[in-house]
């Protein structure tokens, strides 16, 4: 069973010889060194040196698996020994973990450590004013060198509130999500990759009426999407080929995408795919998992998705490895001089936070530091508690494009196989940064090799300023002019109306101008706006 999170907002499936990209790095991870300044082993003697006690340090978090280890349980057995702690992990489902957390911030018995994986801070922003978190990580820093080296300052600004840091905030998974496309079926039509929104309609007329998987039948599309009759979901992300979307600082004040035209460039591109019928024609009423199915089944020419698409489309063809040379990227196309490039990253994949409780005994806090800085990617508590390398005897492979191969055994003497919960050590630290290409199969092969290629070109393509992720906006105002959008962005396409200026101004009425004036506010404190 593969251990991943979900790209994006739409989950995928993990089938079965499916792998995962976890980035990129290089070394042997059963020879990394540790960072200097406070190494696991390092970190334990210098804790015995300033005390011989124990302390019990409790993480709380989301897991993956969310079931309990057992007494023989050897992560937990090396983090006890490594950093002299009594360690607790609790996993608690994301339905009941916000409401159970503050349950135990109410009584006596509070966490010491609390991770929450994605971008959402606003839960640990309700914790921090309530006075029972950490009060400011900026002067610790320099215990935790290894995870502050990674900081931008966006991600800094992100977990900070009055100056102060309320988390820790984890480095953000390289962003693997791009659009692919079948170059078998541009070989076979002779076409070249689109490089313009035009030449990509061009492909997309070809690859729906000419044929190109060769059955002498009308069963294919240039594109899909996943829409589930709510949104254009992934479909969505073509739009940055008019420019960026969302909100935005351009010639020193607030835009939008929705208001600049890039968004009506946007739909106008779709309304011509649906009207020239050169896309799929379920493509928004259809979910995540119908989509899949003609994408594994030579449906479908183009679609957005990181490079486990390939594992995924082996699934569907018995593991021939034929599809490492069926997909692969199209850059994002341009529609406008502006246009062109990807969204920006996420500023973090995660946030960490120390209770207050925890933080007043200063041994303790100088203990919960080291055994986070410990286990840190690259540092060595990283490679043994997040694959269980030298705890449970499984190992890495190098491989000559810079990536690692793990294999995933289903050997009843692994700990992990047998107590799949051991999994959750993993959470609060993973990184797709690691460059692990996790697989069922027993050694790697060409479609493990393109996906790390593929994934690779996509972490280095150009993107976007990240603008947005630093607002804190209404969560209802942000709610109406979406549906407002939505609902209009479909009778739009489908030419049920074409008045888009007045949906501009229902926008602003809606909500729009207040998150307008919000986020120059806004912007004007973080000095983005002068």
Same mark, same amino acid.
Request: hydrophobic share 35%; no cysteine.
């Given at each position: ?50 005390? /011989? ?165 009308? /069963? ?54 649906? /009207? ?240 307008? /004036? ?13």
């Amino acid at each position: 069973m593969l251990r991943r999170k979900q790209w994006g907002t739409v989950g995928t499936l993990m089938l079965a010889g499916s792998i995962m990209l976890a980035g990129w790095s290089s070394g042997d991870p059963n020879n990394v060194s540790p960072s200097n300044a406070v190494s696991p082993t390092a970190g334990a003697t210098d804790a015995e040196k300033t005390s /011989d006690k124990k302390f019990a340090i409790e993480l709380i978090e989301t897991g993956w698996v969310n079931t309990p280890t057992d007494d023989s349980d050897p992560f937990k057995k090396w983090i006890d020994e490594t950093f002299n702690v009594d360690f607790t992990l609790t996993t608690i489902p994301a339905n009941d973990f916000e409401s159970k957390l503050f349950t135990r911030f109410s009584g006596s018995n509070q966490p010491d450590l609390i991770f929450v994986a994605g971008t959402d801070r606003t839960l640990f922003q309700k914790l921090y004013n309530q006075g029972v978190l950490l009060d400011d990580w900026v002067p610790l820093l320099d215990k935790v060198p290894t995870a502050a080296a990674t900081m931008s300052d966006v991600a800094k600004k992100y977990v900070s509130q009055d100056g102060k840091m309320f988390a820790l905030p984890r480095q953000p998974d390289a962003n693997t999500w791009s659009f692919k496309i079948r170059k078998d079926w541009l070989d076979k039509l002779s076409l070249q990759i689109p490089q313009t929104d035009t030449e990509l309609i061009e492909v997309f007329k070809q690859f729906t009426f000419n044929d190109p998987d060769g059955n002498n039948q009308a /069963d294919t599309w240039g594109a899909t999407s996943a829409g589930a009759g709510a949104n254009f979901s992934s479909l969505s992300q073509l739009e940055n080929m008019y420019g960026q979307m969302g909100f935005q600082v351009t010639n020193n004040q607030v835009d939008h995408s929705i208001l600049n035209g890039t968004h009506q460039k946007f739909l106008d591109f779709v309304k011509l795919l649906q /009207d020239e019928k050169i896309i799929d024609p379920d493509w928004y009423t259809q979910d995540w998992e119908q989509k899949k199915v003609k994408l594994g089944t030579d449906k479908v020419g183009v679609d957005q998705y990181p490079g486990v698409l390939l594992s995924e489309y082996e699934a569907n063809t018995s593991n021939t490895g034929k599809a490492a040379d069926i997909w692969t990227n199209l850059p994002m196309p341009k529609g406008t001089d502006s246009g062109g490039k990807l969204p920006a990253d996420a500023p973090v994949s995660g946030m960490l936070a120390i209770s207050a409780n925890a933080a007043k005994d200063p041994e303790k806090l100088e203990r919960v530091l080291q055994l986070i800085e410990g286990v840190t990617y690259p540092n060595d508590g990283y490679w043994k508690i997040r694959w269980g390398v030298g705890i449970t005897g499984e190992t890495m492979t190098d491989l000559d494009n810079g990536a690692k191969f793990f294999s995933e055994t289903k050997d009843s003497s692994n700990y992990r196989s047998n107590v799949p919960g051991a999994w959750d050590y993993g959470t609060w630290i993973a990184t797709n940064r690691d460059s692990v290409l996790q697989s069922t199969a027993k050694e790697p092969g060409a479609v493990q090799e393109k996906t790390f290629e593929l994934d690779n070109e996509t972490i280095n393509a150009a993107r976007y300023q990240d603008f947005e992720s630093l607002l804190t906006l209404d969560p209802q105002l942000l709610n109406d002019v979406t549906r407002l959008q939505n609902e209009f962005d479909i009778k739009y396409v489908l030419g049920n109306t074409s008045d888009y200026e007045a949906f501009k101004a229902e926008w602003l009425k809606a909500g729009g101008q207040q998150l307008l /004036d919000s986020a120059t506010e806004q912007y004007k404190a973080l000095g983005y706006i002068k």
